[in-house]
């Protein structure tokens, strides 16, 4: 049975009591939680839920860049708060992404280097696929099926595919979204990630069925057991409303 994750923020604790609720009544099968940087004082609240968790660490916005050698402590003071989570809340996966405006050379030296010291997690790290032009106009890497194999393959990560950045890259890269994805699942997609959006090549993720994605022929592509974050915005700021309306609608298309 294919398991829906909940994306939060580590310093959403409004969302706690409702997410609470709807975990008891099988809404969904984990958290994905975003570690926002200086929120390790939150851990103790996340951890008293008993719920599952994915980790998503800190993207550029948030001040991690693997692939700028200047970010290097930076980067490496961020994964220590991560991996204080990871110790804590024992994730099934922690997700990354490789960098923007960089070198993915750099990206790999850097993900290797945080093995050495952050052996236990790296053993669960992800490598998410993104847009090839970000919301701030950067270039982000990871965005082609070619570059984000080159990174598995130097340094032994999972992967996690977002379909809505396979889509983006897509359009950008003026090919056919289907073949993209095709070839994003020959590298074997530990977990999911999916939202709505627009044929336009930036990153919306709108709610399940207000863009124009082809969802139905999205949810197609998964199998049975998968694990498939929704990542959609939040509409409000003390209530999930908007997740349950997007968990219906994506159990509607399951059942096609």
Not at 185 to 207: I, R
């Amino acid at each position: 049975m294919k398991k829906i994750g909940l994306k939060l923020w580590s310093t959403n604790l409004t969302y706690i009591p409702e997410a609470q609720d709807l975990f008891a009544k099988k809404v969904f099968d984990y958290i994905e939680l975003f570690i926002v940087p200086g929120s390790c004082g939150m851990i103790p609240h996340w951890k008293k839920l008993g719920i599952p968790y994915i980790l998503h660490a800190p993207h550029s916005y948030a001040g991690l860049n693997p692939s700028d050698s200047s970010k290097r402590h930076v980067n490496m003071g961020l994964i220590r708060e991560v991996d204080l989570f990871f110790s804590a809340l024992m994730p099934t996966w922690v997700i990354f992404h490789p960098g923007v405006n960089g070198d993915i050379n750099e990206s790999v030296m850097q993900f290797r280097s945080f093995r050495d010291s952050f052996a236990e997690m790296y053993q669960r790290v992800l490598i998410e696929n993104k847009p090839q032009v970000g919301l701030r106009g950067e270039q982000c890497l990871g965005a082609s099926v070619e570059e984000v194999r080159s990174i598995l393959t130097q340094t032994g990560l999972g992967f996690c595919l977002d379909f809505g950045h396979a889509i983006c890259y897509a359009i950008s890269a003026k090919k056919i979204w289907e073949q993209i994805v095709a070839g994003f699942l020959e590298l074997n997609p530990a977990m999911f990630h999916v939202c709505d959006g627009y044929y336009s090549g930036q990153d919306a993720h709108e709610h399940l069925g207000k863009g124009q994605f082809d969802l139905s022929k999205i949810i197609k592509y998964l199998h049975s057991d998968a694990m498939l974050t929704v990542e959609t915005k939040k509409d409000f700021p003390d209530s999930l409303d908007d997740f349950l309306q997007d968990v219906n609608f994506l159990q509607h298309l399951m059942i096609l």
